[in-house]
């Protein structure tokens, strides 16, 4: 009887020490688990945003400066180097604020709205690209995507609308948002691009006040 009551306390003393020994190897074990990964390098999520964007008014016209960040998908990449177009468009806004009872007592009334169309084509035989501005004609040509996309993204002097379009009631301002044009796109592609969210690139919209 004393020796089986001895195995019973041995017994017990050892789950009272074994006890810390088992919770700190799980805690070791969930730690391991839980722990994020640093050795793979973060990806950089595709998209489109806005950094800063400004206006100035230089005789009579609104000239627009902007820095935009284009970060494309792997789908659109491919795209591009397979020789499809693809067309950013850069959609802006003039808004007055509300205040008169005519013109909205709940929204802010829509006083122009534009659109400039950059269209991205490549030149395999040059191994080149081009940013074309199809509402100018105008045509940029660059070594590399890289450069492309620097450039692309550096919108200066780009003339907005002429001052007396706007009209001197009320305090107006500016909202301007990048996207890529899925309706440009081949047709054999758009049904998938409208599906796919790796097509549907665009930036929040970026307000400022335009300044007299």
Known sequence: MVST??????????????????????????????????????????????????TELVDGVYLLDADISFVFSDEALEAIENGVPVTIILEMDVLRERGLIWDNLWWDKQVAHLEARLRIETRPLSNTYLVRNVNSGETQIFGSFSELLV?????????????????????????????????SLPSPMRPLAYLSSLWRLQSDWYEWPLAP
């Not at 019973?8 to 050892?14: G, I």
């Open 5 to 54: 009551m001895h195995c019973l306390a041995s017994v017990e003393r050892f789950r009272v020490r074994a006890w810390p020994v088992v919770w700190l190897a799980v805690c070791s074990l969930l730690l391991v688990i839980t722990e994020p990964s640093t050795s793979a390098p973060d990806e950089i999520e595709a998209g489109f945003d806005i950094r800063n964007a400004r």
């Open 151 to 183: 450039g692309l993204g550096k919108i200066r002097k780009f003339p907005l609308l002429d001052a007396h379009l706007i009209g001197s009631e009320g305090r107006h301002y500016l909202r301007l948002r990048a996207l890529l044009d899925i309706e």
